[in-house]
């Protein structure tokens, strides 16, 4: 895995001058984890944070009576985990991979004396962060204003506009872990995603979906 590119490619990182970067890389630590292996649970010590080179990263909690809540997925290139960097806390939630995975994990001893030195690296987390508090404040809303089915809508002109905008979008979870990242069970989902086809909103094949009328989507 090249520690460079992938930082270097990073949305938290895009843009830095190359010696950042190579800083960077240099006290990055390379992880592999296999698929349902735990990365960390929440309560762990807040002792650094990661991104994702390769695969993709759940982030969940636990409800008091044992039922699994997604709160956003990662994939390549993503950081996660990094709030407690700033603050010490431990982790507000678990992450575990969904395949298998590879990670840089940033020390935060080493992290907070890099950035000490260079103030730059972390205007552009900043810039980062907020965006995440954003979508986290749309994923909250969604979650207790809207019903399900605007709640599936929304996130599939989500994944349009971060797939580039086509019309034509691929589920990269099982429907399962959509029904859960959306606050509902995989039975209600499917019916859902089957009325949705019946009104010619969308086309269904496996785990491409067409968007055969976004305007109408947005609409719902």
Known sequence: MDKKKIIS?????EGLPENHIEELA?????????KGETIFFEGDEGNGFYMVGEGKVKIFKMSPAGKEHILHIFGPGEPFGEVPVFHGLP???TAEPLVKTRTLFFPRDRFTRLVEANPAIVLKMLAVLSMRLRRFATQIENLSLKEV?????GYLIY????QGGSDEVRLEIS???LASLLGTIPE??????AKMSEEGLIRVKGKVISLLDPEALAEK
């Open 9 to 13: 490619m990073s949305l938290l990182f």
């Open 26 to 34: 240099g006290i990055a630590i390379e992880n592999v984890y296999g």
């Open 91 to 93: 982790f507000p939630a």
């Open 149 to 153: 089915p605007a709640r599936l809508a």
């Open 159 to 162: 994944l349009r506009d971060e």
């Open 175 to 177: 429907k399962g872990q």
């Open 188 to 193: 209600t989902l499917s019916r859902i995603f």
